[in-house]
């Protein structure tokens, strides 16, 4: 018998609070004020620490992603603290409608709510993928127009405030830089402003200054790139706070964008058309939209680089970095957007690259792990790391390994560049490099 779940209706937009898991901290932390702006009253959950995973171990099978015995976790562990009146309370979470199993984490954690003793509690669903069609959430053009300026924002700021901090003479400068812009931005999106493209292009520059006027000392340090499963990659819960741990190992880190990551979903869209065919109106739409997008993020990044920080390619580059590695077809979980990113790192000064995936996440070990040797062909400098992460790996094991890659890394910024040699034709078609040694 089919169990009939409690659905999130219109009329709780304006009775319940709306949990929403973090991940992007800064990108959800700008949504919350898009959320609020289209009336909907909503909470970012911050609450960390061993108990959530192990809650979520508690209501979810142990061969279930690691992300999403996390969010049912931390969920759960929201609704046991009290703070939340339980007959008012709904959650939000994303489908992303493909391959991965993301699609299916909602149905994981309505089990896992009536298992907990929360029957009542209602599920909304947010997705572009035409799933859970009687939700009362309801992903609108004006709300999605938000979100991506939220997204757009979030990204700059943090890519600045990246780039600030490890050099940064005053202790936590770019961080109050990062508070304040979001406060700023925050009152701008609810007075129902600053999400036109127009809009965008006149903020990013007046961030990007701001950000420059913070005194800093720059010296060398070893430059980090973080790649991997969207959640891992960008949730302190998710990968035990990985940034803090990189910062405190005196490394400047680099976390792609977002909306990179949109834009490859949009893309994947359109890419089907061409491998598989269909309906020609989608790859038109998705050609337009992206090329909105494209206008956008080249007045990001170029704002970014003429207030003298370093900017990646746009994703219309980006799209083509990975030709003659992986094919555009690998679309399942980060398919070849985890390559392709991995090669932007490399290519712009970040060659020291963590890797950071789910145990047992098939499409990433593909993507990620198994283009690591193809990469370090290409690029013999480049020096990556893949790193698993579930509940029976311990951060002193994962950190031990990421330590190992430093001291690699730190040598290499201690000494004097070799000479660069051709690659043999073994090499390049995906061999490891061999690395001459004189005794």
Not at 10 to 27: C, F, R, V
Not at 297 to 326: N, Q, S
Not at 340 to 358: H, T
């Amino acid at each position: 018998m089919e169990y009939n779940y409690p659905k999130f209706t219109p009329e709780m937009k304006k009775t319940h609070t709306i949990l929403i898991p973090n991940m992007a901290i800064t990108q959800f932390r700008l949504l919350e004020y898009a959320l609020r702006f289209d009336g909907y009253k909503c909470e970012i959950l911050g609450n960390c620490g061993s108990a959530v995973a192990q809650l979520g171990l508690k209501y979810v099978h142990n061969d279930t992603c690691y992300p999403a015995l996390l969010v049912i976790g931390q969920f759960l562990d929201a609704l046991n603290s009290g703070k939340y009146d339980l007959e008012h309370t709904a959650l939000l979470i994303t489908q992303t409608g493909g391959g991965c199993r993301a699609s299916n984490y909602i149905h994981l954690l309505r089990k896992a709510l009536v298992k907990a003793g929360y029957p009542q509690i209602p599920v909304a669903s947010l997705n572009f993928s035409g799933l859970e069609k009687d939700s009362g959430f309801q992903m609108t053009l004006p709300l999605a127009r938000r979100a991506i300026a939220c997204i757009f924002y979030g990204d700059l700021l943090c890519a600045l405030r990246n780039q600030v901090a490890p050099y940064e003479n005053v202790k936590g400068s770019a961080d109050r830089m990062v508070d304040l812009w979001v406060e700023r931005l925050g009152r701008v999106l609810l007075a129902g402003k600053g999400y036109t493209s127009k809009e965008m292009k006149h903020t990013f520059p007046l961030i990007a200054k701001e950000f420059a006027t913070i005194p800093v000392t720059r010296v060398p340090k070893v430059k980090v790139g973080v790649v991997g499963e969207i959640y891992v990659k960008y949730s302190p819960l998710g990968n035990n706070d990985l940034q803090k741990f990189l910062e405190s190992q005196d490394c400047e880190v680099n976390f792609p964008g977002l909306m990179g990551f949109v834009q490859y979903c949009i893309f994947n869209m359109g890419e089907d058309h061409v491998l598989y065919g269909g309906k020609l109106a989608v790859k038109v739409g998705t050609d337009q939209l992206l090329n909105w997008l494209d206008s956008v993020e080249r007045a990001m990044l170029k704002a970014t680089a003429d207030a003298g920080f370093y900017a990646p390619g746009p994703f219309k580059e980006l799209v083509e970095k990975p030709h003659g590695i992986i094919s555009l077809g690998a679309k399942m979980g980060e398919g070849w957007l985890l390559t392709a990113e991995m090669i932007e790192l490399v290519q712009g000064g970040y060659g020291n690259i963590v890797c950071a995936q789910p145990f047992g996440c098939l499409p990433n070990h593909i993507v990620g792990k198994g283009m690591v040797n193809k990469i370090r062909a290409l690029y013999p400098a480049a020096n990556i790391t893949p790193i698993d992460y579930d509940p029976s790996a311990t951060k002193v094991n994962q950190e031990n390994r990421i330590k190992l890659m430093l001291a690699v890394a730190k040598e290499r910024l201690n000494a004097p560049a070799a000479p660069a040699r051709p690659l043999t034709a073994e090499e390049v078609a995906g061999g490891v490099p061999r690395v001459e040694t004189t005794v």
